[in-house]
């Protein structure tokens, strides 16, 4: 249901939205996927837990995905956050 999803003039930045994922106990983190841009293979889906456990290797390396490279968030296969768009779902703007 895309009924929560708004656009807004400035997206949350990305640290936000996953900090937001993984320590809400609203979400539940096996039902997250983030979609990205791989130069050599187009957009691409990893699951949340994979894609927090690459970023937590540095800043560099084979399987850093840079922040801007994140198209989408999904959330039960919905999509909660997109970035060329700047729509965001709802709860992920409350404090």
Known sequence: NDADVVVVGSLPSIDTVLNRLKWDSKFDPSTITVVYLDRLRGLRELSLQLFTDRRKHGSTGDFWIPDHRVY??????????????????KALLKK
Not at 76 to 85: A, Q, V, Y
């Open 72 to 89: 989408y968030i999904k959330i039960k296969g919905l999509i909660k956050w997109e970035r060329l768009r700047k729509r965001v779902s």
